[in-house]
């Protein structure tokens, strides 16, 4: 499935991640922990013990877990701050040293909105970098490597500890826009490579370079489809022998087209 989104070159990978590396500085595990507490997303309903709705007052208590507080390194201000930014008609009060209540700006508002409002407010972003959803710290002969679940490759490398030489994604997309097109032909070849080793397939390496080189070749990235690069060839017979004979033969034809 892996080589299918690679040589099909499509829009979203199934499982998106990056491979972050650290400066080597910051080359150990406590820093590798640190850095993992602030790519990883945080939001409000995970910091969440415990919630009560008060149909009377129209309000929601919140209890918060005071050790995942500590463990991102947040206090309440911060969770106040940021469900405000998100939700800009939410009225939070901080009541005690882990509990806020939470109402609305609006003078009229029923249940509905309510309710509606303690969604919204529940997916407010409190910290971490939207999208990564899971990091996972690993160690390697004295090498520290983060692997995420989720991708934002230009807001990680702007990270003073991250070294932005080897940290890589894999989404081609992603690469393409950040990096460039040269970038992404090489992340082709590795990614391709690495797949293929993962099942035991040896493919000789100048075939993979061909490949990315046909992919790229626009400067933009092209997937082996009828409409990527073998939608493009110039020639009618070698496009009608791919995919979809008729229509090829057919256009063709109406367009008094030459195959040399």
Known sequence: PRLIEIVDARREPKTPAMDVYLEEEYNDKENAKKLARKLREVKFEDLIKQDTLDIMQLEVEYVLNENLLSDYDVDMEDVRSRIKESVKKAKIKIVEDNKIKLTSTKDDYDLRDLKDLKNDSEEARIKGIKGIEQVVVNEDEGEWRLQTAGTSLRKT?????????????????????VLGVEALRQRIIEETNETLAKQG????????????????????????????IVGE?????????FEETKKHLTQASLKGEKDD
């Not at 490398?157 to 826009?177: C, G, Q």
């Not at 061909?210 to 990527?228: F, I, P, Q, S, V």
Request: glycine share 6%; aromatic share 4%; charged share 35%.
């Open 157 to 177: 490398l702007k990270i003073k500890e991250v070294d932005e030489t080897r940290t890589r994604s894999n989404d081609l997309y992603e690469v393409k826009k």
């Open 201 to 228: 397939i040896g493919v000789d390496n100048r075939h993979i370079m061909l490949l990315a080189d046909m992919m790229t070749k626009e400067g933009e990235l092209n997937g082996t489809t009828r409409y990527g």
């Open 233 to 241: 060839k110039d020639s009618v017979l070698a496009r009608s022998a």
